[in-house]
């Protein structure tokens, strides 16, 4: 038995009708090369693959290396993102484009930064680029503040995931704001996946334990000093992360309590 089914009494991950055994999602930029970059993926064990459209070629330059020569989507689903988008009008094109360039391709993941300092979202232009593409027949996830009532609202327009921030894109400082995660899972009707932040493997496990449905990163693995150690240990965190979440871990106490049982002691 492998790790995957050691997880009990768990359903797999299912976005807009699909199923999925992985809940790490990967990004695909900032590998020294294309051969690295399949190499991570596949010790990530992901079956999800983000590609900012606007920053990597999948056939856009036919006379350039394509990311779909080495994840092709044949392995993988390719999820195209709107990354370096600052305007609902921009994201909106940018996934139009994605999807002439993949076939009819649906699932996109939607974000729509506020400015270049933070790479905060820009909740108004996000929410008017979910429905316009939310009524174009996209399955949106959607990258998006850790504020539980903008992802209800997102939830509402139809977007089949939410992604909320753990901290700022790239810095790697964590789960800085766990009780608005909580709070977004305990009222979601759609998967909850952290995206940006995560800076090691135990902020992958963190999340997962929060209730989270999954985690996606790019940075954490492309930017650690051996990549592919670190996709492998970012999917050991996640299942672990997700196994104690279903687990139910013990309740915290202010007084000592011993790990051997009292009664029936040895007395001399």
Not at 81 to 90: E, F, H, I, L, P
Not at 187 to 196: F, G, H, K, R, S
Not at 226 to 237: Q, S, Y
Request: neutral net charge; charged residues 20%.
């Amino acid at each position: 038995m492998n790790a995957m089914t050691e997880l009990k009494n768990d359903a797999p991950l299912n976005i807009a009708g699909r199923t999925y055994n992985s809940r790490l999602l990967v990004g695909s930029g900032k590998y020294r090369d294309l051969a690295q970059t399949r190499a991570a993926t596949l010790a990530a064990g992901a079956e999800i693959i983000t590609v900012a459209i606007r920053r990597v070629n999948i056939g856009q330059d036919p006379n350039a290396p394509s990311l779909l020569d080495v994840l092709p989507p044949s392995e993988f689903t390719i999820l195209p993102n709107t990354a370096g988008c600052y305007t609902a009008r921009d994201a909106v094109y940018t996934l139009q484009m994605a999807r002439e360039l993949l076939g009819g391709h649906k699932l996109v993941k939607l974000e729509v930064l506020g400015d270049q300092k933070t790479l905060f979202p820009h909740m108004p232009e996000t929410l008017a680029a979910a429905e316009t593409l939310v009524r174009d027949g996209f399955d949106v996830m959607v990258y998006c503040s850790d504020d539980p009532i903008q992802a209800r609202i997102l939830q509402e327009i139809g977007c089949v995931a939410v992604m909320p921030l753990a901290s700022l894109i790239g810095s790697g400082m964590g789960i800085v704001n766990p009780w608005n995660l909580s709070l977004i899972v305990e009222q979601a009707t759609v998967p909850v996946l952290v995206d940006a932040g995560v800076g090691t493997a135990s902020d992958a496990a963190i999340a997962m334990e929060l209730g989270c449905d999954g985690v996606l990163m790019n940075t954490a693995i492309a930017g650690a000093q051996d990549p592919v150690r670190m996709a492998r240990a970012m999917k050991h965190a996640v299942l672990a992360g997700r196994d104690a979440y279903l687990a139910g871990r013990m309740p915290k106490r202010f007084a000592a309590s011993p790990s051997s049982p009292v009664a029936g002691k040895i007395t001399p």
